[in-house]
Every structure is written in structure tokens, then in C-alpha cells.
């Protein structure tokens, strides 16, 4: 897609075409990558995402019917149709759960019932919020045609509760967060506990680098179980450590106590090491950037949180390893998987000179190793949320 105005066009031709009557507005959300600050999220920790320029929109109209109608352009043979009155968590399931979550959240509101077309290119299934996207872009719409009075805090709830109450994926607001509040040239450096944000000035391309993002072609689906084991282990180690969060602990070596002996002791201790060294790591990294210094210094920091992912926190795949360690042995400044784990993508920082030699490595591992090429794409820290038309 070549632009906002040929976005805004396809949606609303479509829109037109499967609802026989014009859009009310267009609205765009993006996904994202988290520049660092992994699994930190439901800790109360902090973290670093920037927006993608991949985006989804979402055309609307009210209805005066009481029906929530959805259509995708990606999934162009099924158009769901729910009366409001019968909308309950887990109905419709796929990809339609995501809009029709968001209406389902609002639905004191959305009486009348409403018509959304859904069209995107963020990549689904690779770990970079694509359900998200879809979430907050709706969400934006309901608000603006409803005229609700919602922060965008609150959009950020009413989107995560979609996710968590109606999807059933447990996760934390990192990705509604990015979608939503992100700005262009910066990283948003977010406080999970209090939802204090700043935004940080990344400009990779004056320091002659670039951030490569590589789906390693492997889905992952958070609605299942090794997102919500973590989840819990982190609380579990929490109640032992007599906090509320995980990020209320600075002092790794205040983590000794988890393994007392007990079986899973030493399983608490290494996720819960993670959590509290990397909530350090992005202190670290949002301190160089803020310094003005070489962003060149963040790299090792990025692969230290993939070594503590994949090793304490248990979270990424082969593939994912393969990614960074190719990366890393072509030039690359750092890498670490990004997102929930157990698939998805990678990002490596990476000199744009080297971005070629980086990419060609990366696929000539996997095709060592029998796997498809990775689709990969280089990324700038673009804007969150907005109305398109
Ligand atoms: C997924 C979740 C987020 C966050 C990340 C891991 O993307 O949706 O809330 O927990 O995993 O950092």
C-alpha cells in the first residue's frame, strides 16, 4: 500500500461493496517491535516498543439493526454477523474475535450495532501485533463515532480486555500500548505499573544503522499454553519474594530465597531472574539513548535480553536462535526474538551497509537447516493509532 489515501480508498470500496452503503471513517492502527523490555509487561516493568509502518484499518458505520457485522479483506469468503444481544467471549473465535471483542467491551455503548471492514499489512501470526493493530483501530473508530470520552489509557484497556476477556490471551498491555501511543522517529519508553510514559528520540539512520526485523516464518498463538505458564510462574515467584510485582525487586541477588530446594524453585529463580534483569536492561538502554550516545552501544543489551529469553525465561525456538546467531556472526550490533516467544520474529541492529550481508546469512542458515527463506524488512519508529478519513 503506497500511502494513507490509497488505503482509505481500498477500505472504503470495499466497505461499500460488502455493506452497500459508504464508511462513516477510516481508521489506521499499527503493530509493533519491542526495542527491549520482554515478558515485563504483567511484571509491572517497563518497556520499549516503536510502531511499525505496517498498519491495520478499519472502515465503520453504525447500524440501527442491533447486528455487529465484520468482513476482512484478508479473509475475503467470511462475513460474521452477531446480534449485539447474543455477543459472549469466545464467539466468534479467529480473527474476528479481535474487532468483535473490542464492540463487545463498548457494547453499553453500541446499541444500534455496527458494520467494520478490516483490510492490513501487518504480517499475522510473526509476533508483531498484528491482533493488536486490529483491536486498537477499531477501538479508535468506536470512539470517535460514538463519541466516547476515553484517554487513551483507556483505549489501551478496552483493547487489552478484548484480548484477555474475550480472545482469552492473557497478555499485558505492551502491544495495545505501542499501537496506540507510539509517535514517528521515537520509542516509546513506558512504566507498566503507574502507565507513566516518555518518548525517547531513535534515529538509527543518522548513525548509518537500521532495524531488521526477521519473521522466522514460525506462528505462535498466545491463547495457548506457554504464554499463560510464564505468566503465572511470575507470580507464583512474586507471592514466594512477597511482592505485589516482580518489578518491585532491583536486587537480583534478593532472588537467591526462590530456590529453596522445592521442585520448581530453581524454575522460579531463572524466570524471575529474567524479569528483574530486564527490567534493567531497558533502564540501560533508554539512558544510552537519552545520552545522545552511539546507539551502536545498545546491540550487546539487545542480545543479552535474547540469551536471558532464551535461556531463563525459556520463551524462544531454534529458529529464533538461529536468526540471532546468524545475525550476529554476519555483523550485527545486537539481536534478540521479540514478542510472547515460542515463534515469531526477530529484530537485529544492524550497520546499513552490512543490512545485506546480515539478511543473506539469515537465509542461508535456514536454508542449511531445511526451513523457508524468513521474510525480513527493515523498520522506522513510525506513528501510532489515527484517523486516516
Ligand atoms: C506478547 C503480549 C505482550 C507482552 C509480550 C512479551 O506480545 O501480548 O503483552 O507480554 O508478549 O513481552
Same mark, same amino acid.
Given at each position: 500500500?503506497?500511502? #494513507?489515501?490509497?488505503?482509505?480508498?481500498?477500505?472504503?470500496?470495499?466497505?461499500?461493496?460488502?455493506?452497500?452503503?459508504?464508511?462513516?471513517?477510516?481508521?489506521?492502527? *499499527?503493530?509493533?517491535?519491542?526495542?527491549? %523490555?520482554?515478558?515485563? $509487561?504483567?511484571?509491572?516493568?517497563?518497556?520499549?516498543?516503536?510502531?511499525?509502518?505496517?498498519?491495520?484499518?478499519?472502515?465503520?458505520?453504525?447500524?440501527?439493526?442491533?447486528?455487529?457485522?465484520?468482513?476482512?479483506?484478508?479473509?475475503? #469468503? +467470511?462475513?460474521?454477523?452477531?446480534?449485539?444481544?447474543?455477543? @459472549?467471549?469466545?464467539?466468534?473465535? %479467529?480473527?474476528?474475535?479481535?474487532?468483535?471483542?473490542?464492540?463487545?467491551?463498548? @457494547?453499553?455503548?453500541?446499541?444500534?450495532?455496527? &458494520?467494520?471492514?478490516?483490510?492490513?499489512?501487518?504480517?499475522?501470526?510473526? %509476533?508483531?501485533?498484528?491482533?493488536?493493530?486490529?483491536?486498537?483501530?477499531?477501538?479508535?473508530?468506536?470512539?470517535?463515532?460514538?463519541?466516547?470520552?476515553? !484517554?487513551?489509557?483507556?483505549?489501551?484497556?478496552?483493547?487489552?480486555? !478484548?484480548?484477555?476477556?474475550?480472545?482469552?490471551?492473557?497478555?499485558?498491555?505492551?502491544?495495545?500500548?505501542?499501537?496506540?501511543?507510539?509517535?514517528?522517529?521515537?520509542?516509546?519508553?513506558?512504566?507498566?505499573?503507574?502507565?507513566?510514559?516518555?518518548?525517547?528520540?531513535?534515529?538509527?539512520?543518522?548513525?548509518?544503522?537500521?532495524?531488521?526485523?526477521?519473521? &522466522?516464518?514460525?506462528?505462535? $498463538?498466545?491463547?495457548?499454553?506457554?504464554?499463560?505458564?510464564?505468566?503465572?510462574?511470575?507470580?507464583?515467584? /512474586?507471592? @514466594?519474594?512477597?511482592?505485589?510485582?516482580?518489578?518491585?525487586?532491583? $536486587?537480583?541477588?534478593?532472588?537467591?530465597?526462590?530456590? #529453596?530446594?522445592? *521442585?520448581?524453585?530453581?524454575?522460579?529463580?531463572?524466570?524471575?531472574?529474567?524479569?528483574? &534483569?530486564?527490567?534493567?536492561?531497558?533502564?540501560?538502554?533508554?539512558?544510552?539513548? =537519552?545520552?545522545?550516545?552511539?546507539? =551502536?552501544?545498545?546491540? *550487546?543489551?539487545?542480545?543479552?535480553?535474547? +540469551? &536471558?529469553?532464551?535461556?531463563?525465561?525459556?520463551?524462544?525456538?531454534?529458529?529464533? #536462535?538461529?536468526?540471532?546467531?546468524?545475525?550476529?556472526? /554476519?555483523?550485527?550490533?545486537?539481536?534478540?526474538?521479540?514478542?510472547?516467544?515460542?515463534?515469531?520474529?526477530?529484530? !537485529?541492529?544492524?550497520?546499513? $551497509?552490512?543490512?545485506?550481508?546480515?539478511?543473506?546469512?539469515?537465509?542461508?542458515?535456514?536454508? =542449511?537447516?531445511?526451513? *523457508?527463506?524468513?521474510?525480513?524488512?527493515?523498520?522506522?519508529?513510525?506513528?501510532?493509532?489515527? @484517523?486516516?478519513?
Amino acid at each position: 500500500m503506497s500511502g #494513507d489515501d490509497d488505503a482509505v480508498r481500498q477500505a472504503t470500496s470495499a466497505f461499500t461493496e460488502r455493506f452497500g452503503t459508504a464508511p462513516e471513517g477510516v481508521w489506521a492502527a *499499527p503493530g509493533r517491535v519491542n526495542v527491549i %523490555g520482554e515478558h515485563t $509487561d504483567y511484571n509491572g516493568g517497563f518497556v520499549l516498543p516503536v510502531a511499525l509502518a505496517h498498519t491495520t484499518r478499519a472502515a465503520l458505520a453504525r447500524r440501527d439493526d442491533g447486528i455487529v457485522a465484520v468482513a476482512s479483506l484478508q479473509h475475503p #469468503d +467470511e462475513t460474521v454477523e452477531v446480534p449485539l444481544a447474543e455477543l @459472549r467471549p469466545g464467539h466468534p473465535s %479467529g480473527w474476528a474475535g479481535y474487532p468483535v471483542g473490542v464492540v463487545h467491551e463498548l @457494547r453499553d455503548r453500541v446499541t444500534g450495532g455496527v &458494520s467494520i471492514l478490516v483490510d492490513g499489512d501487518v504480517p499475522s501470526g510473526a %509476533g508483531l501485533s498484528s491482533s493488536a493493530a486490529l483491536e486498537c483501530a477499531v477501538a479508535l473508530g468506536l470512539r470517535d463515532l460514538l463519541g466516547l470520552e476515553l !484517554a487513551p489509557a483507556d483505549l489501551v484497556d478496552v483493547a487489552r480486555r !478484548a484480548e484477555n476477556d474475550f480472545v482469552g490471551a492473557p497478555t499485558g498491555i505492551l502491544d495495545q500500548s505501542a499501537s496506540l501511543l507510539c509517535t514517528a522517529d521515537h520509542a516509546l519508553f513506558l512504566d507498566t505499573r503507574d502507565r507513566s510514559s516518555e518518548q525517547v528520540p531513535l534515529d538509527l539512520g543518522t548513525a548509518g544503522l537500521a532495524l531488521l526485523v526477521i519473521d &522466522s516464518g514460525t506462528t505462535h $498463538d498466545h491463547a495457548e499454553g506457554g504464554y499463560g505458564d510464564r505468566r503465572r510462574e511470575c507470580e507464583q515467584a /512474586a507471592v @514466594r519474594l512477597g511482592v505485589d510485582l516482580l518489578r518491585e525487586v532491583t $536486587d537480583l541477588a534478593a532472588l537467591d530465597v526462590l530456590a #529453596d530446594g522445592r *521442585p520448581e524453585g530453581d524454575v522460579l529463580l531463572r524466570r524471575a531472574r529474567h524479569v528483574v &534483569s530486564e527490567d534493567a536492561r531497558v533502564l540501560e538502554v533508554v539512558g544510552t539513548l =537519552r545520552d545522545g550516545a552511539d546507539p =551502536r552501544s545498545i546491540g *550487546p543489551v539487545l542480545t543479552a535480553s535474547h +540469551e &536471558s529469553l532464551r535461556d531463563d525465561f525459556e520463551v524462544s525456538v531454534p529458529l529464533l #536462535d538461529a536468526c540471532v546467531e546468524a545475525a550476529l556472526a /554476519a555483523g550485527a550490533h545486537g539481536a534478540r526474538m521479540i514478542g510472547g516467544g515460542f515463534g515469531g520474529s526477530a529484530i !537485529a541492529l544492524v550497520d546499513v $551497509d552490512a543490512l545485506d550481508a546480515v539478511t543473506a546469512a539469515v537465509t542461508s542458515r535456514f536454508e =542449511r537447516e531445511g526451513h *523457508p527463506a524468513p521474510r525480513s524488512f527493515v523498520t522506522v519508529p513510525s506513528d501510532g493509532a489515527r @484517523r486516516l478519513a
